[in-house]
């Protein structure tokens, strides 16, 4: 579990993996509640790529239409990454790094680019 700066709805997600199989991700509140689904369970590597190890680094993207929509939409400031290899139970597996997008400020203009 991760504590997010504040809480602001999450538009997109941007996964290094680093052998696991399987991601899923899940948002709260430090008010309390329980945990929604955010990202439902993806796979990061194929069957037999776990199982031969190969290309165990890799990103994967997680867009807007990606992530279940309503938790998407509320404030959250908590981050529970589930991740699983059921595939190959002897080597290491984890995430090299996680980044998260908040949903861009509705009230804010974008900013211009430099010419």
Avoid: T
């Amino acid at each position: 579990v991760s504590q997010l700066g504040e809480s602001r709805p999450i538009h997109s997600l941007h996964i290094g993996n680093d052998g696991a199989a399987f991601v899923e991700v899940l948002v709260g509140s430090s008010a309390g509640g329980e945990f929604q689904v955010l990202l439902p369970s993806a796979a990061l590597m194929s069957p037999s790529e776990s199982r031969a190890g190969a290309e165990p680094r890799r990103v994967r993207r997680f867009g807007p239409d990606s992530l279940v929509k309503s938790p998407a939409q509320a404030s959250w400031d908590r981050l529970r990454v589930v991740l699983s290899q059921p595939y190959c139970q002897s080597r290491p597996f984890g995430l090299s790094f996680i980044r998260v997008f908040a949903a861009p400020e509705e009230d804010k203009a974008p900013a211009e680019a430099p010419v």
